[in-house]
Structures are given as structure tokens and as C-alpha cells.
């Protein structure tokens, strides 16, 4: 990141005219040395930080909200504020023993899911990235239009059709059918190519020299792949997993259709039929449920944060 | 793994051949190829038994291609694009083709079966038991398996205890000899594996193989009732050349007549006989539906319309936001640069859907955090507008941060040399970001701008898990106050009452062409044509 530090006396830093508490300040004038350069520092820098830490509040106090939901042992709505009045961990108890909402085997059943579904899309993503990047084929750069093209479709909008597809899937092999774990994970592994075009162009930025001289040495197109390529993008293999792993985590109406019996659910119908039912009374079980699926992700997320930063401007909308 | 044993076979300079690795290869491919077409083998009996003729081409289809790439030196490409190219023909263009498809059909609620079985099953419907009517105790046979079929009724006389078979093409009689009968009940037959009573029972049920079987006899039929079988009699019968149900009894005619999307049986005074319809092609009749029908159209218009300016603002609130968030602490002179960076990236890191119910929770107008805070008294989920407001300012939480971090990217991006050299021309600091900073960053995060567009206009998680696409008005139960088209489909095929699959089919598929808009938009945006090359 190249900055120019600005010295006295010269054109204020390009920033926010409009911005009326910089608008505010510049008719107090200094009175003396000190003040003088705390004045100019709040004109410049420290108006920023006033933005900055409202932007924090916006949005830290929905976050706080949950957690004091949480924490809260009434659980209503009506009885719930920023901060907790009372701490008790009655609701994340009440998560665990209550079979008609079994949120340990929810949250099960959304690993499970999201553990096949990432891995065998990164897999074949992978695959399909390295032969458009490697191999100059016929149809190449049609495939990869068409590819492109079909992924601006959501799934989820032939959402009837497949239904009726796994209903009649299920009649001949019910160990896919509706109302199963693995049809839903076969359905969402329609969109196991949706990582090629990320992946992509990180295998371009390989050089093939890397490639001929393993050819050379005498490796095949398979130890080739796994063992010398792979190995070099685990970076972004880690990203794009997170960001399926998310778009897995958020898939809902897929799951509304095919996940009906409360045993096979995901966190995302799970949840929300939990919340639905008494959208009032069951704040404080709903919000315990709530900040332990978003602890492990957002521990991942700032794990991983300047590699998403990297990843989202490539292209991926968080689902 | 040694540099000796990497050396493989092809361009091994002292000719030694197959590796370990090369084997165990083998081994993998040879175990893989054979799995799948054990499997083929084991579904292709069950298929053919319910003449499933598509269903098996598509099968032996993914055998034949998966043992032309993979058993072949062949097609080197091939073997690493066919494994997801299979699965998004299967799982994702398979059924868009077949949304278009169903999107020129009537299919919903009433409509599910063909016409031959809505004939049958109103003129079973009709069917009462005639006096001295035989009944039987009832056996399931299988030819094949218990659950493969084809099934066949065992039929037990209980007045003469003669044995019959009967099928949907008729009633045998068996030879006695061949059939066990213990307590009045059979109990084995020749040629045939019995079901035993769950398997009726869960066969017997909506969807089973058993569901609707009928024996034909010359006094009517033979249906299953629990675990015995009864001979019905129906005082309607079908005339297929006059294609006309009549009522022997009464000797009234009924023919089918349009209602709506379908055509139901109705007679000469307009009594229908059943509420019992069929699919049939009805053409682009859901297209013209959709923007003619003075009802539907104008719920279908103004979603339309909402849907847009949903999405519009959606994606102008958060770049707007994130925009301002970006330039204002974008500056090497503020300090904690990374700590803003990470607690404005929370609202992005929690899972979309439980963030979404959260703010659902706020809005609740009696109790919810928002009237509570700013002390306003706002029926938030209950108000046409009001819902509108809620769906975007939860969506800005939503969203900011994103276009936060692609801002930050972005700016960072700009050389610090123009601004300077502007600001050296004497540009101020409005002039320099408005000038300079703006439409560079533009051209920059375009291409998200687009594709966000097109991830919210078919953002069905914010309108459904905030306000389920709510509120209703009493008389419209179809389209709420913030339903975009992506929920109001949702629930046209798959909500409760009276599923329109075929309709929302349509709709579905108006929402791919929109789609395909945006995405030739984006193609546009982001140059891709020209990276392909």
C-alpha cells in the first residue's frame, strides 16, 4: 500500500466534503500550539475514526443483541436487551436436551452435508480447472462459456423439476430420494463445478515450464495433477472451499423441499422452523443455537481473511 | 514418494515399465469403473419392471461415457472435465430443460395423473359394493422381489375358498394345490414372494406401487381394503370415442369442460362429477396467464416491479455505505485499520440465514429491538411499506460489508500519483474523489456491482427467512407485500394449498431469460470473453 504522508500546510487528504462534522470544525479556530495540532488532527484523521467507530456500533449491536438473547434464561423477545440483565447458559442447555429440537444432530447432519459437498466440488472443480488451463482442446473456450453461462443460473430455480426428479429418483432408489441426506447432497453436487473459473485462474498463474519439466522426469498426467500442482494452489483450494462451505451452510430453500422429516434437517431449516414456530418465546434457545454456528465460521473468516478479501473480488457472491 | 519411483511409464529413458503408482492407478480405475457398472446392473431389473425406459437410458448413458473416458487412453481432457460435467447435466441442465418443459404444462394439485388414470380413479371413486358382492382375503404377490414388482393380488374366496390371481388386466383362477392357505389366510404361493402386511401397508399408501391397483371383472372391480379385497360396482362408465363419463344409473352424460387451466367432467346442467383433473399440454397458456389475466397479472407485474427495485436498492444502499465506510478509513494516517477491518467484516462472516432470522426478530413491532431502541411505533412486518423498508435496512446489514471490502480492495488498487496530481492542479477534495477516485474504482468493482444485482434479484433467503414474503392481504393469499419473483414462485410450487407447478414453472422460467439478461450484462462487465482466449 503506497500513502503519502501529508505535512503542514498542504491540501488537506482527498476525503468526504460533505461530511458535516469536518464542515463543523473548520470555523473553530486553533488557539494554541497543542490545540492546534489536535484541531488539525481531528479535522483530518480524527473524524474518521467518529465514522469508523459508529460503522463498528452498526454493526456490533445486532451481534450483542444475540449473544445477550442467549445468555438471557427468559428467552422472550419482550425481555431481551443489548445487554443482559441476568447471565445463565439455561438456553444452550435447553438446546442439547430437547429432543423435538435436536440441534446437536442438525448441526451433524449440516457438516455432513457440507463436508461432501465441499470436497467433491472442490475435486471436481479442481480437474475441470487444470484441463481448461493445461489442455488446448476443441470446444475449450465454448465449454468454458457455456459453463460460465449455466453457473448465472440458481439452481434453486428449477426448484419443481427437482422435485419431481428425486420423487421419482426415490421410488426406484430410495437411498436418493426425497427426504434423504444424500439426495440432498447429490442435488447441491449439480453445482460442482462452480469453483473452475477462481481455480482457474490460479493454475494460469502457474507456469507450464513447472509442468514440462515434470513430464520430462518422466511423471504421468495423474502424479503430474496430485502431486506437484494440487499441492501448489492449497491456498486458494482453502478459500474456495470456505466460500461452498458457506454457500452450503446458507442453502435454504433446496434443503425447505427435500429435508422435511426434523431428524435429517439442516442447521438452516433447523433453525428456522425453530424460530418460526413462536417467533417470541423462542429468542433465547434460537440465539443460543445462532452464536454456536457462527463461532466456528467467523473464526474461519478472519483466519482466512485476506485471501477471501482476495477471493470475493474475483467474483464469488457470498450465498 | 522417491524421484525414482516418480519416473513413470511413458517416458522412462531406461525402459523400465509399469510403477507402483501406475498399478494401484490401475486398481483404482478398474474397482471405480466396475462399482459403477455393478451398480447399473443391479438397477436395470427394477426399471424395466416399471418401465422406466428414460430413466434407464440415462443410467447405461453415464456408463457408456465414464468407460469411454476413463477405460481408454483417449481423451485426456475428457478424464478431468467429465466428472462434474455429469453432475451439473444431471443435477442443473437436465432439470432447467425440464422447468421449460413442465412450464408448457397444466401440472399441479388436480392435475398430477394422466387422463386414463383420473378416468379410472372417478369412476373408482364412485364404486360401491353391490349386493351379494364377493369379497376375498386379500395376499400381495411379487414375481420378482418384495419391493421390485410387478405385484399381483392373491385372492382368497371367503365364501367358496377358491384361490384367484388377479392383475390389472383381469382375475384368474389359481390351482389350489399351488397355494398355501393356513387359518384362512394364504400364506405361500408358487412363483410368487409375498409381501408381508408393513409392506402392503406402506406400498398401499399415496405414491406406493400399490396405490389405485384394480382387478377387473365382468361385475366391476376388485379393490384392496386393508387386508381384504372387495368386487365393487360402478354405476359410471367411460366411453373413450365419445370421450364421455355416463351415469347408467341416472343416465346423465358428462364431458369434459374448461375451467381454468384445466378441463373437469362436467354434465349438460354444469354438475361436475369431480374436482379430479389431468395434465395436459396447455402450450405458452401460463406465459399469456402471467401477463393477461387481470388477477394474476397485476400480483405479476408488481412483484416484477418490487423485485427490481429490491434489487436496485439493495446493491446501491450497500455500495453506497460500504463506498463511504472504504474512502473514509482508507487513510494511512488512521491507525487500527485492521481492527476496523475485522469487526466490519462480522455482519459478512455470520451465516447468512441465522443473521436473516435475527433481524426478523428486531422488527417485531411490539418487543423488537428497533421500535425498542429508537423508541419508534412501527408495524414493521405488519405494513406493505413498512415490510419493504425492513427487507432493505436488514439486507444494508447484510451487505455492507462486502462492498466494504471490495471498496478497501479497490481504492487501494488506484495509484496515489493521480490524486496527487490532481491535487497539485488544485483539485479539492470532493473535485479529486468525484473526478479521479470514482470512476476508476467503477470500472474496478463493476462486474460485482452486476453480479450482485443478479445474486440479489433471486435472493429468496432475504425476503423469505425476514417476512416469508409477507405481509398478505386477506383477499390475496398468493402474493404478499415483499414477495420478489424467486418466493412468489416458491410458494405458487410448492406452498401449501393447491400447488401450480406447471405455472410456476413458467415463471421460473421468465426468471432464467431475466437472468441470462444480467448474466450477458456481466459477460459485458468483466471482459471474460477476452480472458478466455
Known amino acids: ?319 | 514418494m522417491s524421484r525414482a519411483e516418480d519416473k513413470g511409464r511413458r517416458r522412462d529413458p531406461e525402459g523400465r515399465t509399469e510403477r507402483s503408482s501406475g498399478v494401484v492407478g490401475l486398481l483404482i480405475k478398474i474397482v471405480a469403473l466396475g462399482t459403477i457398472i455393478g451398480l447399473a446392473v443391479m438397477l436395470t431389473p427394477a426399471l424395466v419392471g416399471t418401465d422406466r425406459w428414460g430413466f434407464l437410458a440415462v443410467v447405461w448413458g453415464v456408463v457408456a461415457v465414464l468407460g469411454v473416458t476413463y477405460a481408454t487412453r483417449r481423451f485426456v481432457p475428457a478424464k478431468y472435465l467429465v466428472p462434474g460435467t455429469l453432475l451439473l447435466v444431471l443435477f442443473v441442465v437436465y432439470p432447467i430443460l425440464m422447468t421449460f418443459q413442465l412450464s408448457t404444462t397444466n401440472y399441479g394439485d388436480g392435475t398430477r395423473t394422466s387422463k386414463e388414470v383420473t378416468v379410472s380413479r372417478i369412476i373408482g371413486a364412485a364404486a360401491q359394493q353391490a349386493e351379494g358382492a364377493r369379497t376375498f382375503e386379500l395376499a400381495v404377490g411379487s414375481e420378482g422381489t418384495a419391493t421390485s414388482g410387478p405385484y399381483t393380488f392373491l385372492l382368497l374366496d371367503a365364501a367358496t375358498d377358491e384361490v384367484f390371481a388377479g392383475t390389472p388386466d383381469g382375475l384368474t383362477e389359481l390351482d389350489p394345490d399351488t397355494v398355501t392357505v393356513e387359518d384362512g389366510a394364504i400364506t405361500a404361493a408358487e412363483g410368487f414372494t409375498l409381501l408381508d402386511r408393513r409392506q402392503i401397508n406402506e406400498f398401499s399408501q399415496r405414491g406406493g406401487e400399490l396405490e389405485g391397483f384394480a382387478v377387473p371383472t365382468d361385475n366391476g372391480v376388485i379393490t384392496a381394503q386393508g387386508f381384504s379385497a372387495v368386487e365393487l360396482y360402478s354405476p359410471l362408465e367411460y366411453d373413450a370415442a365419445a370421450d364421455t363419463i355416463t351415469n347408467v344409473e341416472t343416465g346423465v352424460d358428462y364431458t369434459p369442460v374448461q375451467s381454468g387451466d384445466r378441463k373437469l367432467f362436467t354434465s349438460a346442467e354444469g354438475e361436475r362429477l369431480s374436482t379430479q383433473s389431468w395434465e395436459e399440454n396447455v402450450g405458452l397458456d401460463n406465459y399469456v396467464r402471467a401477463f393477461t389475466d387481470p388477477r394474476i397479472s397485476s400480483d405479476f407485474v408488481g412483484i416484477f416491479i418490487w423485485t427490481l427495485v429490491f434489487a436496485v436498492l439493495s446493491v446501491g444502499t450497500t455500495f453506497a455505505l460500504g463506498l463511504f465506510l472504504a474512502s473514509v478509513l482508507n487513510d494511512a494516517r488512521v491507525r487500527g485499520q485492521r481492527a476496523y477491518r475485522s469487526i466490519l467484516l462480522l455482519p459478512y462472516a455470520i451465516p447468512g440465514f441465522i443473521a436473516l432470522l435475527v433481524w426478523s426478530s428486531f422488527f417485531n413491532s411490539e418487543f423488537g429491538l428497533i421500535n425498542n431502541v429508537l423508541n419508534l411505533d412501527i408495524n414493521w412486518l405488519g405494513n406493505p411499506f413498512w415490510a419493504k423498508v425492513a427487507v432493505l435496512l436488514a439486507n444494508l446489514w447484510l451487505g455492507f460489508p462486502y462492498m466494504f471490502l471490495v471498496c478497501t480492495g479497490a481504492l487501494q488498487a488506484i495509484p496515489s500519483d493521480y490524486k496527487e496530481a490532481a491535487s497539485l492542479d488544485g483539485a479539492t477534495g470532493w473535485t479529486n474523489f468525484s473526478k479521479i477516485t470514482f470512476p476508476l474504482l467503477l470500472v474496478a468493482v463493476a462486474p460485482l456491482l452486476v453480479s450482485s444485482f443478479a445474486f440479489n434479484f433471486n435472493n429468496f433467503n432475504a425476503i423469505f427467512l425476514l417476512t416469508e414474503g409477507g405481509p398478505f392481504s386477506p383477499d390475496n393469499p398468493t402474493a404478499g407485500g415483499t414477495d420478489i419473483l424467486i418466493s412468489y414462485t416458491y410458494r405458487l410450487a410448492v406452498g401449501g394449498a393447491g400447488q401450480q407447478i406447471g405455472f410456476a414453472s413458467a415463471i421460473s422460467v421468465v426468471l432464467f431469460i431475466i437472468t441470462g439478461v444480467l448474466a450477458a450484462l456481466q459477460f459485458r462487465a468483466t471482459r471474460a470473453l477476452e480472458e478466455v482466449g
Open chain 1, 1 to 319: 500500500m503506497t500513502q503519502v504522508t501529508p505535512q503542514a500546510g498542504q491540501v488537506p487528504a482527498p476525503a468526504d466534503l460533505s461530511d458535516p462534522s469536518r464542515r463543523g470544525r473548520a470555523f473553530k479556530g486553533p488557539r494554541t500550539a497543542n490545540k492546534v495540532s489536535r484541531g488539525r488532527w481531528f479535522r483530518e484523521v480524527g473524524w474518521r475514526h467518529v465514522i469508523g467507530i459508529i460503522a463498528v456500533l452498526y454493526a456490533v449491536i445486532p451481534i450483542l443483541y444475540i449473544l445477550s438473547a442467549s445468555l438471557n434464561p427468559v428467552g422472550s423477545v419482550s425481555s431481551t436487551s443489548v445487554l443482559p440483565d441476568t447471565v445463565s447458559i439455561d438456553n444452550y442447555v435447553a438446546l442439547f436436551t430437547d429432543p423435538t429440537r435436536p440441534f446437536a444432530r442438525w448441526f451433524l447432519n449440516t457438516l455432513i452435508v457440507a463436508v461432501a459437498v465441499v470436497i467433491t466440488s472442490i475435486f471436481c472443480s479442481a480437474l475441470a480447472a487444470y484441463a481448461f488451463s493445461r489442455f488446448r482442446f476443441k470446444g475449450r473456450r465454448g465449454s468454458l462459456l457455456t459453463l460460465l453461462l449455466i453457473q448465472m443460473f440458481p439452481q434453486f430455480l428449477a426448484a419443481a423439476a427437482l422435485f419431481l426428479m428425486f420423487t421419482s429418483i426415490g421410488e426406484v432408489l430410495p437411498a436418493i430420494g426425497l427426504d434423504t441426506l444424500t439426495g440432498y447432497i447429490v442435488v447441491l453436487l449439480g453445482g460442482a463445478l462452480g469453483q473452475v473459473w477462481l481455480i482457474k485462474g490460479f493454475f494460469d498463474s502457474i507456469p507450464r515450464e513447472l509442468d514440462e519439466a515434470a513430464l520430462m522426469d518422466g511423471a504421468s498426467h495423474t502424479q503430474l495433477y496430485f502431486l506437484i500442482i494440487l499441492p501448489l494452489v492449497r491456498p486458494i483450494i482453502a478459500v474456495t472451499g470456505l466460500l461452498a462451505f458457506i454457500g452450503v451452510l446458507g442453502e435454504f430453500i433446496l434443503a425447505s423441499i427435500f429435508l422435511r422429516d426434523n431428524e435429517i434437517k439442516t442447521l438452516a431449516v433447523g433453525l428456522y422452523g425453530l424460530l418460526d414456530a413462536d417467533r417470541t418465546n423462542n429468542l433465547g434457545v434460537f440465539a443460543a443455537a445462532a452464536v454456536l454456528t457462527s463461532i466456528p465460521v467467523i473464526l474461519l473468516f478472519q483466519y482466512l481473511q485476506k485471501f477471501i478479501v482476495g477471493g470475493i473480488t474475483a467474483g464469488s457472491v457470498k450465498g
